[in-house]
């Protein structure tokens, strides 16, 4: 599709007037590629494309009133054109090998570090980084591409995982925080994406969030934002024993110091029933978890 005549003689008028055409031409080539799934020709062509868009984009607005409607209509096209670009790259990417998909993700990034696509891309680009033997650099990457999409699920995860790992309590907790506030307010699958799939993967990261700051709150003994967190994070974990054995520890623990405080047996009686529960996984808090249960019943039986 050419650009209409008086579009393109106001959006580069003069001997850049060709420059439409090929900017048009290459267009038409990147989507013949992009039918033909020739990703060598679709990353050759968008990176031709991408700098020819950012040209015209920043062509000066004319003078005369009766133009600016036209202008504005080319600048758009334009960039509609450069957003084409970028989902191409993208979605070669996405069909591709991990050694392609961190090569185009990669282009991506640098040609437009805030492009759109690069949300739905971060996740497999993150694993196909540790795939191809270029695990240094998600967490880098992970933290520079959090300041253009700062709800990024896939980001908030392996920076919050990171954090804990490396007991960093303070840093892993407001990443959870923020990963569940962002989860739970995108509560719908993109478009285009499987749904069972998303739904699958939603529920984990969602579990983990609430894991690691559950987990957390409980080390402080702030016990209704731990009750809080590993309530909702239980459904989520279920079969993962290495995640069940210390909430269910930090659950029993929770509720026990929030039932002596509230003199509410109920209460108290259900930590210990939690910490049975982790006592019969196999996990270092066991042990602990046994005592505690033996305790939080005498406790109870003392209490009216």
């Not at 055409?21 to 020739?38: H, P």
């Not at 967190?229 to 279920?238: E, F, K």
């Not at 909430?247 to 509230?262: E, P």
């Not at 019969?280 to 505690?292: E, G, L, M, P, T």
Request: proline residues 6%.
């Amino acid at each position: 599709m050419k650009l209409p005549a008086l579009v393109a003689l106001v959006l580069l008028a003069g001997p850049v007037v060709a420059a439409a055409d090929t900017l048009e031409d290459k267009y038409q080539s990147l989507k013949d590629a992009v039918t033909a799934k020739n990703i060598p020709e679709i990353k050759k062509l968008a990176l031709e494309i991408l700098p020819m868009v950012a040209e015209a984009a920043a062509a000066p607005a004319p003078e005369a009133e009766d133009a600016k409607q036209a202008w504005t209509n080319g600048i758009a096209h334009a960039k509609s054109i450069g957003q084409y670009a970028e989902y191409s790259i993208c979605t070669a990417a996405l069909e591709s090998p991990a050694p392609t998909l961190v090569e185009l993700i990669g282009t991506l990034e640098h040609e437009n570090p805030k492009s759109q696509y690069l949300d739905t891309a971060y996740g497999p680009y993150l694993v196909a980084l540790t795939q191809t033997g270029s695990a240094s650099k998600v967490i880098p990457i992970a933290e520079k591409a959090l300041v253009n999409f700062p709800e990024n699920g896939d980001l908030l995860l392996v920076l919050a995982d990171n954090a804990i790992n490396h007991k960093q309590p303070d840093r892993a907790l407001t990443l959870a925080n923020r990963l569940t506030a962002s989860l739970n307010k995108h509560t719908k699958p993109p478009e285009g994406v499987n749904a069972a799939q998303w739904e699958k993967k939603h529920s984990a990261t969602l579990g983990r969030g609430y894991w690691i700051a559950g987990v957390i709150y409980g080390d402080r003994s702030q016990y209704a934002n731990a009750d809080k967190n590993l309530r909702a994070a239980l459904p989520l974990i279920q079969g993962n024993e290495a995640m069940m054995g210390p909430a269910l520890f930090y659950l029993g623990m929770a509720n026990y110091q929030l039932g002596k405080m509230t003199l509410n047996k109920a209460k108290v009686l259900e930590g210990a029933k939690f910490s049975e529960q982790s006592a019969a996984i196999d996990s270092v808090y066991a042990d602990q978890a046994r005592h505690n249960a033996l305790v939080m019943k005498t406790e109870a039986d003392r209490m009216r």
